[in-house]
């Protein structure tokens, strides 16, 4: 426990406000909440009764220990039972001036030494803090959601916060066991700056018709991520999201974050996610089944002796496919066979191609070596085969269009080569019986395909390589340093690797290759590589 800190007070007792009590009752605080009416206090009531009990369900807290936080909590509808509180933190809606006005009142009942803190997530904390008569003492205090589980709290100074203010609220979110991140006040903080921008362009790509909800969820859930963006949109609310996307935007002026236009209907018409039972998606209906595929695996050819090749060699022999490759040279082929540690066929011709079912050409990102790559194959492979290309910055129809069959042609994009994710791209001219064959092979080779539209980074790295340049800006601005800003991601966001560290590993040159695909389709300042992306790129560095 903090040593000035004893009595807190939260004042909103919705999603947030309920898990911040919640916690604090859990760190041996007492805990008084406050809301507007008894009906809203029943309903904090409940989230505290369910949040904790799901807790002892999973046999993680005792009754007893539930019983005694549930005890720590006081529960009011007046602002006068706050009067003694040391801290008192704001949780109510996402208003300037419904925030304002709480903290004009608490200016009035909590004594002069009471630190105030704002649980905003984009909102200035100065603006909040000039509505009260002691400015210095009003610091922000970020929570995630849900608050019990996200270890991650943002912690934010003004340029009026006192030291001590900002310290007693630093011991006391230590003493939480969770970790703070001190920054200063700019909208969307660190964390929401990041993920709105990133979110925002999901509800946009959905919306387009680029890829469906369940692929888009799919697709960046296989990446590591613990949600899908619109599953992660249901979670935080789309009422929220649509306020921090306009209070980041009014900063920014960055159109990224002007709110997809579905985000606003769906808002409108009351369909705010999880907490209403339907958002992108409807909640309480049963799954739809999407069980293993049946039947036998296709026969594969694959053109190319890379990383690439090898995981799609790899992935076709452990589904016991009949495989067969070819290589550049023999001490390729020869290279091959010892990685993919098999009895494999190759060679350098490519007849070796001619009798397959799926051919998969998996060369160097170099178009015109692709290009006529294709084009031997089309004089090759047999009629009805699927021809896949594995472009990752360069359009599929720019491939397509190297064979006189482009209705056959299809991109197979693996983001991570050994991992399970398949991006399956067709283009404007491919048969949607070839799409579907190609898709039913895919998930034979024990992949899980997701279809993207023919778009600049298809569907991860049209989300992923964005928010990354976005965390370098923010580094080159000095907002933060490259591990506050990983921090934020991994505790904040359930990350399995925070942006700074993910761009080191997914490499440099390939994040700024997709970043100028991305910018030469859009147009989009924002997709332009932020200058130390590019520089740290240009001089073969990393960022740590
Ligand atoms: N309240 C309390 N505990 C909860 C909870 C809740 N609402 N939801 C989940 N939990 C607990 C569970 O009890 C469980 O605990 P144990 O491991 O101790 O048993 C644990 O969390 C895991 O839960 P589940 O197994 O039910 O579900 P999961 O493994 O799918 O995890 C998740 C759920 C923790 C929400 C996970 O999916 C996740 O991390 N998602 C990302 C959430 C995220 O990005 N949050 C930030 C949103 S942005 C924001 O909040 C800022 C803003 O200003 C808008």
Redesign the pocket.
């Known amino acids: 426990m903090s040593a000035s800190l004893r009595r807190v007070g939260v004042v909103g007792l919705g999603?947030?406000g309920a898990?911040i009590a919640?916690v604090l009752a859990r760190g041996g605080y007492d805990v008084v909440g406050v809301e507007v009416n008894d009906d809203a206090l029943q309903r904090g009531r409940g989230h505290l009764e369910k949040?904790t009990g799901?807790?002892v369900k999973?046999g993680?807290l005792s009754a007893g220990d539930q019983q005694a936080i549930l005890g720590r909590i006081e529960l009011d509808t007046s602002f006068a039972s706050l009067a003694d509180c040391d801290l008192v933190i704001e949780a109510v809606p996402e208003r300037l001036d419904l925030k304002r006005r709480v903290f004009e009142e608490l200016d009035k009942v909590c004594r002069p030494d009471t630190v105030l803190a704002t649980n905003t997530?984009?909102l200035s904390v100065t603006e909040i803090a000039v509505a009260t008569e002691r400015p210095e003492q009003i610091v922000g205090v970020?929570?995630?959601?849900?608050?019990?589980?996200?270890r991650l709290v943002e912690i934010i100074h003004t340029v009026l916060t006192r030291p001590e203010a900002l310290g007693a609220v630093q011991d006391l979110v230590t003493g939480l066991g969770k970790v703070g991140v001190t920054i200063g006040d700019r909208a969307g903080f660190v964390?929401?700056r990041l993920?709105f921008g990133y979110l925002n362009q999901a509800a946009a790509m959905y919306e387009s018709g680029h890829a469906t909800r369940e692929d888009i969820d799919a697709a960046m859930r296989a990446t590591g991520?613990?949600?899908g963006p619109l599953t992660?949109m249901d979670?935080?609310?789309l009422d929220?999201?649509l306020e921090?996307c306009e209070a980041i935007y009014r900063e920014t002026r960055d159109r990224r974050h002007a709110p997809a236009p579905i985000l606003r209907r769906l808002v409108t018409a009351g369909l705010l996610g999880r907490k209403t039972g339907r958002g992108f998606y409807t909640y309480g209906e049963p799954a739809a089944e999407t069980g293993p595929q049946a039947g036998e695996a296709p026969s594969v050819g694959v053109a190319g002796s890379g990383p690439l090749a090898v995981a799609v060699i790899r992935a076709a022999l452990r589904a016991g496919a009949d495989v067969s490759f070819v290589a550049g040279d023999e001490a390729k082929v020869r290279a091959v066979r010892e990685a993919v540690g098999g009895d494999v066929t190759g060679g350098t011709d490519l007849a070796l191609l001619a009798d397959r079912d799926l051919v998969v050409e998996a060369v160097a990102e170099d178009v015109s070596v692709k290009r006529s790559l294709l084009a031997a194959v089309d004089d090759v492979a047999r009629e009805g085969a699927v021809l896949a290309t594995t472009a990752s910055a360069v359009p599929v129809i720019e491939l397509a269009m190297a064979t006189d069959r482009p209705q056959d042609v299809v991109g197979l994009h693996l983001p991570d080569p050994e991992g399970e994710l398949a991006e399956l791209v067709p283009t404007v001219l491919t048969d949607p019986e070839v799409t579907r064959r190609a898709e039913s092979y895919v998930a034979r080779l024990g992949k899980h395909p997701v279809r993207s539209a023919d778009r600049a980074g298809f569907i991860v790295d049209a989300l992923r390589v964005p928010y990354l340049n976005d965390a370098v800006r923010l580094l080159e601005a000095g907002y933060a340093d490259a591990d506050a800003i990983d921090a934020a991601m991994t505790y904040?966001?359930?990350y399995p690797i925070g942006p700074i560290a993910d761009l080191d590993r997914i490499g440099l040159d390939h994040a700024v290759e997709v970043l100028r695909a991305l910018y030469t389709e859009y147009r989009e300042p924002a997709f332009a590589p932020a200058p130390l992306l590019d520089k740290l790129r240009t001089a073969g560095e990393t960022f740590r």
């Open positions: 999603t947030m898990g919640e949040s799901r807790a999973r993680k997530s984009s970020h929570f995630f959601n849900p608050a019990p589980v996200m964390a929401n993920l991520l613990p949600m992660l979670l935080i609310g929220v999201s921090v904040g966001c359930g």
